[in-house]
């Protein structure tokens, strides 16, 4: 685990609130892992936890969707300026056996450039309510992606051909690929976003009910097995 003041290498605005933030330095993490950043010194008080996106001997890189404060400031960063990253935090994706795919949704997407760089045997799946981003970057690195705007990208997968699948975006679409991949032999793993002020395990406002009852998403997460996820109880939520 690290703690860093890094400087920005770029900053790239892809559609009016998704931005690519690249900050240089030698990184650390594995798919599915995530850091919290900071651009801010007092004001917001906290950190704010985000995927990583790439990863590179040089740099890492994150996707970032404009939400509210702390991806705002993110959001203005420019060449040069300075962030703080403390990470790499959370479990991951395992590491796969046998056909994988991986499937996002929205800023789900996120994660799954990295996870397809150090995955290649892969499939990729990326789905957008709107207007695509970032597509061309993971085309660029993987030679099987499939994407679509509109409608459910659940329904261009063959789930029976994959031994494993990790997903990443919207609940409703994770619930529904849970409940699709039920009566399939596929292992789903799922990447759960719950709101999060330390990233470290201290704070307990990660709590999920998860498997053998309480955990906290940041340690034992983000990453869960769908089976012992209670996506109606997260639903509620
Ligand atoms: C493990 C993990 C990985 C993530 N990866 C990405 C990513 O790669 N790209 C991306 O765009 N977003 C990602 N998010 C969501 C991102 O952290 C929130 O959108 C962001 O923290 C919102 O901060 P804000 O100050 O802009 O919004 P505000 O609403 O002002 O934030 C207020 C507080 O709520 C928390 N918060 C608000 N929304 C969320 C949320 N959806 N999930 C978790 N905490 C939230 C913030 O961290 C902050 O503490 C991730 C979240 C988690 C938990
Ligand atoms: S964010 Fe503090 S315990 Fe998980």
């Known amino acids: 685990m690290l703690t860093l003041m890094a400087t920005v290498l770029s900053n790239e605005r892809l559609t009016a609130s998704v931005f690519r ?20 010194d007092k004001s917001p ?7 990583i996106h790439d990863l590179t001997s040089t740099a ?17 960063l420019t060449s040069g300026d300075q962030v703080t990253l403390y990470g790499p935090y959370g479990n991951g994706f395992p590491k796969p056996g046998g056909n994988v795919a ?12 990295f996870s397809a760089k150090r995955f290649p045997f892969s499939k990729v799946f990326l789905g957008f309510s709107g207007e695509p981003f970032a597509v061309a970057s993971y085309q660029a690195l993987h030679g099987d992606v499939v994407f679509q705007s509109g409608g459910t990208i659940l329904d261009a997968i063959d789930l029976n051909s994959f031994d494993k ?10 619930a529904e690929l849970r409940r699709r991949t039920a009566e399939t032999a596929a292992q789903l793993y799922v990447s759960i976003e ?10 307990n406002g990660c709590t999920i009910n998860v498997g053998t009852g ?23 939520l």
């Not at 008080?45 to 995927?51: A, E, G, Q, V």
């Not at 994150?62 to 993110?74: M, P, V």
Request: proline content about 7%.
């Open 165 to 174: 699948i990790y997903a990443c975006g919207p609940l409703p679409m994770m």
């Open 45 to 51: 008080l906290l950190s704010r936890p985000i995927s």
């Open 21 to 40: 933030l690249a900050i240089e330095g030698s990184f650390h993490g594995e798919p599915g892992q995530f850091y919290m950043l900071r651009s801010w």
């Open 102 to 113: 991986l499937v996002g949704g929205g800023m789900g997407i996120a994660p799954l450039l």
């Open 214 to 236: 309480n955990h906290k998403a940041c340690t034992v997460g983000p990453v869960f097995p769908a089976e012992e996820v209670d996506f109606d109880e997260l639903l509620e």
């Open 194 to 203: 719950k709101r999060m002020a330390c990233g470290i395990g201290i704070c």
């Open 60 to 76: 890492i890189t994150f996707l970032i969707r404009l939400h509210g404060e702390g991806t705002r400031l993110l959001s203005r």
